[in-house]
C-alpha cells in the first residue's frame, strides 16, 4: 500500500486502469467505506485500487468560517491507507485546480490514462463553482473509457448517509447514532496543555485542551469515551466546552479526566473515542456539588465502560 501525492513528481500513469473512489472522506463514515468496496471489487485482474482525495478539505477554503471537521486532514489520509485499497492518491488543493472547469479538472487529474471505474457518491460535483456533476463525468466516461457508479448511500432507515448529517447528530450529542453512520467512535486527537490545576486539587485532574473552532463538532456536555495514550487505551470522562463554574478562569475547551492514568500528559498527543453522552454542563452551587457530581461521572464510566 502507497501514498502518494499528485505533485510534478507523480507518475499519473498509476490511474490508467485502475479502479478508483473519489471524495473528500471526511470522516471515513460508512458510506465512504462502501465506495473503497466497490472500487476493491471492481479492481481489474494485476491493476490497482486507488483512494482519491484532496490533502485538504475544500471547504477549508470556501467556507473557512462555517467549516465543521470529523478528522484532521492527516488522519483521514491514515485512515484511507487502512481502508483496504492498494493505494491513496492526493491531489494538492491549489486555487489553479479549483479554478479549473470540469472537463479540464478531469484531463489534469487524468492525463496518463483513465481508471476503468471511477466510484462516486451521486451528489458527487467538483471543478469551478462545483459546475462538475455525474452526468459530467459520465460524458467524459464515455469518451475515455470510463465506467462511472455514482452511489446512493443511504443507512438502514433509508436516510442518506453524509458527513453534514453524522455532524448534526454529534452537535445534539448524540454520539451513539453517529458511531453507527460513521462505522466507529467518533475521535479526535488533540494536544494536551498546561491547566488551572482545580481538578487536581478537586481528586480528578485532567488532560486540558484547546480544540480549534473547526474541530470542534460535539455538543457541549460531559461524555464517556476512551483515551488513547502512547498506545494504551483508557476509560475517561471528557467535559466538552467551558464549564460555568470556571469561565471566568478557564483556557481549555475540553477536558478529559483519564481512569488510572499516571504521567505527565502536557504537550503530549492523545485521541478521544466518544462513547456515550452523559449530561449537560452545569453551573455548580458549591463546590462539594460539583466534586460530587464529577465523582459520580467518573464512576459511571469505571462501571460501564
Known amino acids: 500500500m502507497a501514498r502518494y501525492l499528485a505533485d510534478n513528481s507523480f507518475d499519473y500513469g498509476l490511474f490508467d486502469g485502475a479502479s478508483c473512489a473519489f471524495g473528500v472522506f471526511d470522516g471515513l463514515h460508512t458510506g465512504h467505506q462502501y465506495l473503497i468496496r466497490c472500487a476493491i471489487e471492481t479492481r481489474p485482474a494485476e491493476n490497482r485500487s486507488i483512494a482519491m482525495t484532496f490533502d485538504i478539505d475544500p471547504d477549508e477554503v470556501f467556507h473557512p468560517d462555517r467549516l465543521k471537521k470529523l478528522m484532521r486532514n492527516p488522519d483521514r489520509l491514515a485512515a484511507l ?60 466516461g464515455a469518451r475515455v473509457g470510463c465506467a462511472i457508479h455514482a452511489h446512493h448511500l443511504v443507512s438502514a432507515d433509508g436516510k442518506p448517509i453524509t ?15 453517529a458511531a453507527r453512520l460513521l462505522g466507529h467512535p467518533y475521535s479526535l486527537r488533540e494536544t494536551v496543555r498546561k491547566g488551572r490545576g482545580e481538578g487536581a486539587d478537586f481528586g480528578f485532574a485532567t488532560a486540558n485542551l484547546v480544540v480549534k473552532p473547526h474541530d470542534r463538532v460535539l455538543g457541549e456536555g460531559v461524555y464517556a469515551a476512551y483515551a488513547l495514550v502512547g498506545g494504551e487505551s483508557y476509560k475517561a470522562a471528557v467535559s466538552v466546552g467551558v464549564s460555568p463554574t470556571f469561565e471566568s478562569s478557564s483556557t481549555a475547551n475540553m477536558e478529559a479526566h483519564i481512569l488510572d492514568f499516571e504521567g505527565n500528559l502536557v504537550d503530549r498527543d492523545i485521541v478521544l473515542q466518544f462513547v456515550e453522552y452523559l449530561r449537560p454542563m452545569i453551573k455548580f452551587d458549591s463546590t462539594e456539588e460539583l466534586i460530587a457530581t464529577v465523582m459520580s461521572n467518573i464512576e459511571w464510566v469505571r462501571e460501564n465502560l
Open 81 to 140: 491507507e487502512e481502508s483496504g485499497v492498494d493505494d491513496v492518491v492526493a491531489f494538492p488543493f491549489t486555487k489553479e485546480l479549483f479554478t479549473l472547469e470540469p472537463m479540464s479538472f478531469l484531463e489534469s487529474a487524468f492525463p496518463a490514462g483513465a481508471p476503468s471505474h471511477l466510484h462516486v457518491g451521486e451528489d458527487f460535483r467538483f471543478g469551478a463553482k462545483a459546475a462538475g456533476t455525474v452526468e459530467t463525468l459520465r460524458e467524459w
Open 163 to 177: 458527513a453534514t448529517r453524522i455532524r448534526l447528530l454529534l452537535l445534539e450529542g448524540n454520539v451513539r447514532e
